[in-house]
């Protein structure tokens, strides 16, 4: 019952909202290339479904594919930075700074680089994006070092290694999950956002832009909304395998 009352309020109010979505441009005659009606995106979804399910996954092959990249490569940077002061203070700067560089900057360099007819420079796209949160989620994490943890290792002359391995890792493992869970989702729009910017044409990036182009506006609500399930699909899965570890740790 507890599970029956957090769900309803949010679907009653997404029904109720696509209702008055549909009576508002019905009755305003709002012009389709302001907004479709969702009755018409989900027709077109249905018309599409057969281009939908190919052009998501290649968009969430790229997504998963740079989503675990930065992941390991934001927690390999955040131990070392955490490892010594003086790589941190090289690496930590370098690593903001990558998330002050725009997608539209990054993907067309990218896309120079290892040419147009290959998945690798979305893919780097999505790496950049999501190194910067699990880094600084990690980085935190690795500094929360209980003082009788801290003072546990000094009297048993640990070395750095190992304070990192009994110590700094297992502390930092909430933050890490905290960290993958707010990268997941930002994979898959840092995945459409590049998509935009020249090379395949097979996902969903692509596809939107493309309908647009030729008029079709419901036709890119409709991948438009493809791409909001493939968000959070990959967020709940973010989410869940943060559940399943910090779960295991606290049983």
Do not use: D
């Not at 956002?193 to 044409?201: D, H, N, P, R, S």
């Not at 832009?209 to 030729?214: G, L």
């Amino acid at each position: 019952m507890n599970r029956v009352a957090r769900v309803w309020p949010p679907v009653v109010f997404g029904v109720g909202l696509l209702l008055l979505w549909e009576l508002v441009v019905t009755f305003g005659r709002v012009p389709a290339f302001l907004l479709p009606t969702p009755s018409a995106i989900a027709a077109q979804v249905g018309a599409q479904f057969g281009v939908i399910v190919p052009t998501a996954a290649v968009t969430g092959g790229n997504a998963l594919a740079g989503l675990v990249a930065g992941f390991l490569l934001g927690l390999v940077l955040a131990v070392l930075a955490s490892s010594s002061r003086v790589i941190g203070e090289l690496l930590t700067p370098v690593v903001l700074a990558a998330s002050a560089v725009p997608i539209v900057a990054l993907a067309p360099v990218f896309t120079t680089m290892f040419g147009s007819t290959t998945e690798i420079p979305r893919r780097l796209v999505v790496t950049v994006v999501v190194t910067v949160p699990v880094f600084v989620a990690t980085a935190r994490g690795l500094r929360q070092v209980q003082p009788v943890h801290a003072e546990l290792m000094t009297a048993l002359a640990a070395t750095p290694w190992q304070r990192a391995r009994l110590v700094r890792l297992p502390g930092a493992v909430p933050y890490v999950m905290t960290g993958l869970r707010l990268a997941a989702p930002a994979a898959v729009i840092a995945a459409i956002v590049a998509e935009y910017f020249g090379g395949l044409q097979n996902g969903l990036g692509s596809r939107i832009s493309a309908a647009a182009a030729n008029t079709a506006y419901a036709r890119a609500w409709a991948f438009v909304a493809a791409s909001i399930a493939l968000g959070l699909l990959f967020h709940l899965a973010g989410l869940l395998v943060e559940r399943l570890v910090t779960r295991g740790r606290t049983a």
